[in-house]
């Protein structure tokens, strides 16, 4: 309980805001648009991040061993992902599904929504949970846009910004709750090394819109 206060605390103050509104502007200088609140979650995961490794709280952490240039370096990490990003928009085919497959991806899209507002409530994946749970929203909207444009035929085609968003959160999902960050709700058994129903049903999903190429640190389960 004291840690999460202590998330909050640290986001609020007046170093964490300063600290927020440098590295907005820095991640816009490379063309990325931070949304609100996630530059403060950036800074707050990092400031987590060190106080762990130091042993000391977040107000320590935030006051003695932020590094000067953190900014710069949160930035660059950020810019790093979003040149990324867009290249893997660029890259990405579109994938032609049917409605019922639709139905299978918004569905897993919504279960790992849920899976990342639970995280949100715990210390340690606030950053990761933030962007994952930003990013399914921005998918199911760029879904529902695109059945919408189907004028009732069956096949709906997902592509660009939607498609990597889709496939990146599902992935991230599945890494996180492989390395156990976020905890499984399935009641199958959870052993290491092996995939649990969860994990196996979204990484069909993932095949369904055609897997994550870019960036995966692993290939889909059927390509191992
Ligand atoms: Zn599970």
Redesign the pocket.
């Known amino acids: 309980m004291r840690y999460k206060q202590g998330v909050a605390d640290i986001r609020n103050t007046k170093k964490v805001r300063q600290l927020a509104a440098e590295l907005r502007d820095e991640c816009a200088l490379r063309g990325v648009i931070l949304v609100a609140g996630e530059a403060e979650e950036i800074l707050a995961g990092k400031i987590s991040a060190i106080a762990r490794q130091l042993g000391v709280t977040e107000r320590t952490a935030l006051d003695r061993y932020l590094p000067d240039d953190v900014v710069h370096a949160l930035a660059e990490v950020v810019g790093t992902e979003g040149v990324t990003y867009r290249r893997a928009v660029d890259a990405a085919e579109p994938v032609t599904l049917d409605i019922a497959d639709i139905g299978r991806v918004i569905a897993a899209l919504g279960m790992t929504m849920k899976l990342a507002t639970d995280a949100l409530e715990k210390p340690g994946g606030r950053a990761d949970a933030f962007g994952v749970a930003t990013d399914c929203a921005d998918a199911v909207v760029g879904i529902g846009a695109a059945i919408r444009n189907t004028d009732g035929d069956d096949e709906v085609e997902i592509g660009g910004p939607t498609l990597v968003y889709t496939r990146k959160v599902l992935q991230r999902a599945i890494e996180l709750?492989r390395d156990g960050t976020w905890a499984?709700p399935?009641r199958?058994r959870?052993t290491q090394g092996a995939t649990?129903?969860?994990?196996d049903n979204l990484i069909n999903d993932l095949n369904l819109v055609g897997g994550w190429a870019a960036g995966a640190h692993e290939p889909p389960a059927d390509q191992r």
């Open positions: 709750i499984c399935c199958s959870h649990c129903s969860l994990q």
